[in-house]
């Protein structure tokens, strides 16, 4: 059963933006913390934000002022806003959920391809 559902990856011009999406089965419940991890080609995943209950956010310092966290927390998802990318952002992006049981689940993954 899938658990997390991301959406809104692609291939954008360099300088454009996209809305990245990830909605948690109803049956994930007392949700803690969200937030989104990117692999790029041959690196290690890394944490780029993240968003807790009080929403309290976290940027990572390459990412900060151009992307922008968000939760609604009626519909179990968070989004992350990306504006002014750089074809450095180009990565595999995750999204986790933290539950307040210290339960992690992972999204799928979803392609961001930054080029000319």
């Known amino acids: 059963q899938v658990q997390l559902v991301e959406s809104g990856g692609g291939l954008v011009q360099p300088g454009g933006s996209l809305r990245l999406s990830c909605a948690a089965a109803?049956?994930?419940?007392?949700?803690?913390?969200m937030g989104w991890y990117r692999q790029p080609p041959g690196k290690e995943r890394e944490l780029i934000a993240g968003i807790n209950t009080g929403g309290t956010t976290y940027y990572r310092p390459s990412v900060k002022g151009r992307f922008t966290i968000s939760r609604d927390n009626a519909k179990n998802t968070v989004y992350l806003q990306m504006n002014s990318l750089k074809p450095e952002d180009t990565a595999v992006y995750y999204c986790?959920?933290?539950?307040?049981?210290?339960?992690?689940?992972w999204g799928q993954g979803t392609q961001v391809t930054v080029s000319s």
């Open positions: 109803k049956s994930i419940i007392s949700i803690d913390t």
């Open positions: 986790k959920v933290v539950t307040t049981q210290h339960t992690d689940y």
